[in-house]
């Protein structure tokens, strides 16, 4: 079939126009294509913006807010945790006179003294010499004359600690122990500013960070060099009073235990987690001492009633939970706005294997994205809330139970933050500022069920320790023990104590020579007494008097030359 000429004409016509709109079209994408990229990485460019209210609900405080709208959480925790207190009422200013101005080598900011309202102490002065460094400046005698070390044989340091916690726990003679006398000898002047310290009405520790080259740092940068030495001085008191008693000194032995004991207390005003693990651990060790004393002392009837007025004028204990409720809040608040202000690098700081993925910009610089600080804020508030609350339930089956739930919930918000890490780019502000909280939670967390066991055994051994007392007073003016613990009450107990772990009656009962005390343990079996050094190992808080001698400790001294 042949086509005519018009037709091929108007054919090629309509190839020419198609050819030429592919061609404009082509144009326009080569041109708008660059165009639009443009427009795009000019709009990722754009600054994001925080939302940052302040508020009781966000910030939890609304004072100290500086000129560029964030709260001085550093000012605004330490008004708090000082409160009234005045540098005449502080316990601390005295530790620092016993301890000098590096404790551990450490040098605290200048901002630090004057939240303390001291300055720091002199460079040279007599302060608290810790055991390891008063091993570290002495020569061992003629180690090298000593037979061969076996791989199975402890080192001359282990055996001299082994001696120094030895003489923690029994009465001692000056002559079987010459380093311990000299060690104590150098620290005779610390331990005075120490007691002295155990009788101040208040402790305030500040939380002062050392500053970054930017001036500013958040509060988990804040060193508490102070705690090591503190427990120290601990163990100072303790192997004085163990001398004192092996030498027959009793009211000297008891005021070095005492005070130990009402130094701790004291320490349990401070306001982190750490400062409350360290009081009631020196007073575990006054107690576990105090035990001792009462095995071993020989107490007439008036001088037993001095002991136990001492313990019953030493302060109420605090609730673990104050700690977090403010101070532990305070810090992750504080690490939120500090990624509000800097970026998210500080997580790092937090667990070194921390998502390097989250490190993003912070919002206000180009490239950033916006984030809702509040929604984050809000989300820690409501769970530090929470946490308070489980730790303040009075029963304790119900605060265990409240806590292992809190801890099931805290394992599910790790999985969401998890989940929701790798779309951090593409959330919206609030769904990243809630990713943010999160994951500071997590990683922030309180050790609440280690803090909570301790403070119920400390309030365990408390008790455990008057009904103690209680019976010695009875023995003295009965020539014996009790049949029942009900005969001690209530000339010489208003009532007698329960067992905190079982809500039930303490056990107890008389042996030969003297009684068994026990409370069960947080396994809640009746382990007869057997605690975690007996075997086979058990769980109780037991006294049993008399005390038992641990095996003695089959090594060799070695003094100094």
């Known amino acids: 079939m042949r086509i005519s000429s018009k037709h091929n004409h108007f054919a090629k016509g309509r190839y020419r126009m198609t050819t030429e709109k592919k061609r404009r079209r082509l144009l326009w994408v080569l041109i708008a294509t660059p165009i639009i990229l443009f427009l795009l990485l000019a709009f990722a460019a754009l600054p994001g913006k925080n939302i940052y209210t302040v508020s009781p609900e966000t910030t939890y405080a609304t ?37 000098g101005p590096h404790p551990e080598g450490t040098t605290l900011p200048d901002e630090y003294f004057r939240w303390l309202g001291q300055p720091a102490p ?32 402890p080192s001359v340091e282990e055996i001299r600690d082994a001696r120094q916690a030895r003489a923690q726990k029994w009465p001692w003679k000056a002559a079987d122990e010459p380093l311990l006398v000299e060690w104590l000898a150098k620290n005779s002047r610390p331990l005075e500013l120490f007691a002295q310290a155990s009788t101040r009405p208040a402790y305030y520790n500040p939380l002062v960070p050392k500053p970054t080259p930017a001036g500013i740092a958040p509060l988990i940068n804040c060193l508490l060099p102070t705690l090591q030495y ?13 001398l004192h008693l092996g030498a027959g000194r009793t009211d000297e032995a008891w005021k070095d235990l ?32 105090e035990t001792v004393f009462l095995s071993h002392a020989k107490l007439t009837a008036p001088r ?8 019953n004028n030493l302060l109420p204990p605090l609730h673990a939970a104050d700690k977090i409720d403010l101070t532990e809040r305070f810090s992750a608040l504080d690490t939120l706005q500090w990624m509000a202000r800097t970026g998210s690098e500080i997580l790092k700081l937090l667990n070194r294997g921390a998502d390097t993925a989250l490190a993003e910009p912070v919002a206000g610089r180009p490239f950033s994205r916006s984030t809702d600080w509040d929604a984050a804020m809000r989300l820690a508030n409501g769970w530090y809330d929470r946490i308070v609350t489980a730790m303040r339930i009075e029963d304790l089956q119900a605060r265990e139970q409240a806590i292992r739930e809190l801890e099931d919930s805290l394992k599910d918000l790790s999985n969401e933050s998890e989940q929701q890490a790798w779309a951090m780019s593409i959330l919206g502000a609030k769904q990243r500022g809630e990713l943010f909280g999160k994951i500071v939670i997590i990683l922030m967390r309180p ?38 613990l009900t005969d001690l009450a209530p000339k010489y107990l208003p009532e007698i104590p329960k067992d905190i772990y079982s809500g039930g009656e303490l ?14 343990g947080e396994n809640r079996i009746d382990d007869q007494g057997r605690g975690k050094n007996d075997a086979p190992r058990g769980d109780d808080g037991a006294i049993e008097m008399p005390l038992k001698e641990s095996p003695p400790l089959d090594l060799p001294f070695f003094g100094i030359d």
């Not at 007599?126 to 791989?151: G, H, M, N």
């Not at 037993?304 to 313990?311: G, I, M, P, Y």
């Not at 280690?450 to 003295?476: D, G, P, S």
């Not at 056990?507 to 069960?520: A, P």
């Open 63 to 99: 004072d100290h807010v500086g000129d560029d709208g964030f709260v001085d959480n550093i000012a605004a925790l330490n008004t708090r945790l000082r409160g009234n207190t005045t540098p005449e009422q502080n316990a601390n200013v005295l530790i620092w006179q016993a301890i």
């Open 122 to 153: 002199p460079e040279e002065g007599e302060y608290l010499l810790p055991w390891y460094y008063f091993l570290r400046a002495k020569t061992p005698v003629a180690v090298e004359e000593a037979p061969p070390k076996r791989d199975d044989e």
């Open 230 to 242: 503190c427990r120290q001085a601990a163990q100072l008191f303790v192997c004085r009073a163990m």
């Open 258 to 289: 005492i005070t130990c004991h009402r130094f701790g207390q004291v320490m349990e005003q401070g306001g982190t987690e750490v400062e409350y693990r360290a009081a009631v651990t020196i007073q575990l060790i006054a107690m576990n001492a």
């Open 304 to 311: 037993l009633a001095v002991c136990r007025a001492d313990l």
């Open 447 to 484: 050790s609440t069920r280690k803090m909570a066991a301790l403070e119920t055994r400390t309030m365990q051994q408390h008790r455990n320790l008057a009904v103690a007392f209680a019976l010695a007073a009875y023995q003295i003016d009965q020539s014996r023990y009790p049949a029942e």
């Open 507 to 520: 056990k107890y009962h008389r042996t030969d020579t003297g009684y068994m005390l026990h409370s069960i």
